[in-house]
């Protein structure tokens, strides 16, 4: 059981929006902790997607987009293409005895 | 280009005790604190461990207190976690990754991964 709570799946056709939501609680993201968003490619290590809620490192392309607000966040994808079908993990830090760093239970991405 | 170049992969017996490395390369191991995150098979990311390697000050999650420990050398650009007592439980990839930015920070780079599966 996580401590921040994603769907287990989500799906879009190639070209459509998708949204994945991770929500928290008084102790991470509604403490104004900030959210981090990570991309895993099938077989791969995480990589970091978006940073302190809405920026994205160098080499990210525009179509990914994170927002925050109250206890939840959110990642946006943008022109939906098959090299997008991953896992998604949401982070943050928790100050309650739950353990610092924590992560999102992971969203599949599935490009139909 | 930062680089986080981890050992290769291990099969230990329960009980046993398996030592992690993870090597830094690109900049200076010091300036950045580095985590530890496993992932057991088909499940998330479990955040484990942190360690300052200026110093070598660590946190470690409650579940893992008193299994893990977390080492660094910086003559080496290295960084260690050792976990003991190994059950069945404890088979999964697990990831070294550099804490980037500010106050909290993110997991800015990623190594690629060391798996190890507890069998007997």
């Known amino acids: 059981q996580s401590v921040l709570t994603q769907p287990p799946s989500v799906s879009g056709a190639p070209g459509q929006r998708v949204t994945i939501s991770c929500t928290g609680s008084?102790?991470?993201?509604?403490?104004?902790?900030?959210v981090h968003w990570y991309q895993q490619l099938p077989g791969t290590a995480p990589k970091l997607l978006i940073y302190?809620?809405?920026n994205r490192p160098s080499g990210v392309l525009d179509r990914f987009s994170g927002s925050k607000s109250g206890t939840s966040a959110s990642l946006a994808i943008t022109g939906l293409q098959a090299e997008d079908e991953a896992d998604y993990y949401c982070?943050?830090?928790?100050?309650?005895?739950?353990?610092?760093?924590?992560f999102g239970g992971g969203t599949k991405l599935t490009v139909l | 280009q930062v680089h986080l170049v981890q050992s290769g992969a291990e099969v230990k017996k329960p009980g046993a005790s398996v030592k992690v490395s993870c090597k830094a390369s690109?900049?200076?191991?010091?300036?950045?604190?580095m985590h530890w995150v496993r992932q057991a098979p088909g499940q998330g990311l479990e955040w484990m461990g942190i360690?300052?390697?200026?110093?070598?000050?660590?946190n470690y999650v409650q579940k893992f207190q008193g299994r893990v420990t977390v080492t660094s050398d910086a003559s080496t650009n290295t960084v260690y976690m050792e976990l003991s007592s190994l059950t069945s439980e404890d088979t999964a990839m697990y990831y070294c990754?550099?804490?980037?930015?500010?106050?909290?920070?993110?997991?800015?780079?990623w190594g690629q991964g060391t798996l190890v599966t507890v069998s007997s």
């Open positions: 990754a550099r804490r980037g930015g500010y106050d909290f920070g993110w997991f800015d780079t």
């Open positions: 690109g900049y200076t191991l010091t300036n950045y604190y």
């Open positions: 360690i300052n390697p200026s110093g070598g000050s660590t």
């Open positions: 008084s102790s991470n993201i509604g403490a104004g902790s900030d």
């Open positions: 302190g809620n809405n």
């Open positions: 982070q943050s830090y928790d100050s309650s005895l739950s353990g610092f760093w924590v």
